[in-house]
């Protein structure tokens, strides 16, 4: 017998990762960042079903003025998560500081064929170096969670 899930419901999760460090010293550019390799795939059940997009990703500026912007790209299209004049841009790190960042959105990609969902980065500021990724002084993993949301 068929199972009924009530709206908000977790239909499926997956996941993604990387410990590989990344670098952009030249690369500001919103509009062709540079890749992650941080991602994970998901093949939603409903095509009426929200993502729930989650990322903790660590990051450093460093030298100069360097920060980092960090973007979603749902199968290669920008996600414009808010209406700010940065539009889909998820945040940035404060210069020269490494530390986990962490965002969350809904993601409505009406769809049932498989989504690819990839975290990119440019460097924000002067001059530097933007690290995804900071391994220099310890172990870093940074990871992507979507979750398939029934409506």
């Known amino acids: 017998s068929a199972v009924v899930m009530a709206a908000g419901s977790v239909i499926q999760v997956v996941h993604g990762y ?28 409903f095509s009426s079903s929200k993502i729930l997009v989650c990322v903790d990703a660590s990051l450093r500026g460093g030298g100069g003025t360097a920060w980092v912007n960090c973007l979603i790209k749902r199968g290669g299209t920008l ?10 841009i998820l945040g940035y790190s404060i210069n020269h500081t490494s530390g986990q960042s962490s965002w969350k959105f809904y993601d409505s990609p009406s769809t049932t064929s ?38």
């Open 79 to 88: 996600i414009d998560y808010s209406a700010c004049s940065d539009d889909g």
């Open 114 to 151: 498989s989504t690819e969902y990839r975290v990119f980065f440019s460097r924000y500021g002067g001059s530097g170096t933007a690290y995804f990724n900071v391994n220099s002084n310890h172990y870093a993993l940074s990871t992507i969670a979507l979750m398939e949301i029934k409506q």
């Open 18 to 45: 990387t410990t590989t460090q990344v670098t952009e010293s030249s690369n500001t550019s919103l509009s062709s960042p540079t890749d992650s390799g941080l991602a994970a795939t998901i093949t939603p059940k």
